[in-house]
C-alpha cells in the first residue's frame, strides 16, 4: 500500500500563487508516476500534471506556463507550484500514485481544497 498525505491548498486571489505538496509513504515502485488531478463542483476530474520516476512531465493544456511540477524521489514527494491562478482553478485536488510491478497499481490521497477568488 501506498499513503498520500497533501498539504498547500487554500484560498487565495486571482494572479496569485500557491505550492501543493505530496508526500508518499509505504510500499515503492522503482518504475512510478505521481501527479496531481483536481476536481471541480459538478465537474468529472481531471488530469493537471503528472511526472515519472524518470522525470517526464505531462500537463493539461488549460495549466501549460502557469503550473510546475516536480518531485523528490529521495523524499518520495511530489510538488506543484501553481502560478498566475485564475477562479477556474478552484477545485479539490488530489494526489495520484501509479505503480508499475508490472501492472499498474494506484493510489491517492484524499485531496486538499484550492479556492481563487476573484
Known amino acids: 500500500q501506498v499513503q498520500l498525505v497533501e498539504s498547500g491548498g487554500g484560498l487565495v486571489q486571482a494572479g496569485g500563487s500557491l505550492r501543493l505538496s505530496c508526500a508518499a509513504s509505504?510500499?515503492?515502485?522503482?518504475?512510478?508516476?505521481m501527479g496531481w488531478y483536481r476536481q471541480a463542483p459538478g465537474k468529472e476530474r481531471e488530469l493537471v500534471a503528472d511526472?515519472?520516476?524518470?522525470?517526464?512531465?505531462n500537463y493539461a493544456d488549460s495549466v501549460k506556463g502557469r503550473f510546475t511540477i516536480s518531485r523528490d524521489n529521495a523524499k518520495n514527494a511530489v510538488y506543484l507550484q501553481m502560478n498566475s491562478l485564475e477562479p477556474e482553478d478552484t477545485a479539490v485536488y488530489y494526489c495520484?500514485?501509479?505503480?508499475?510491478?508490472?501492472?499498474?497499481?494506484?493510489?491517492w490521497g484524499k485531496g486538499t481544497l484550492v479556492t481563487v477568488s476573484s
Open positions: 495520484n500514485y501509479r505503480g508499475y510491478f508490472p501492472n499498474v497499481v494506484v493510489y
Open positions: 509505504g510500499r515503492r515502485f522503482s518504475i512510478n508516476a
Open positions: 511526472i515519472t520516476s524518470g522525470g517526464s512531465t
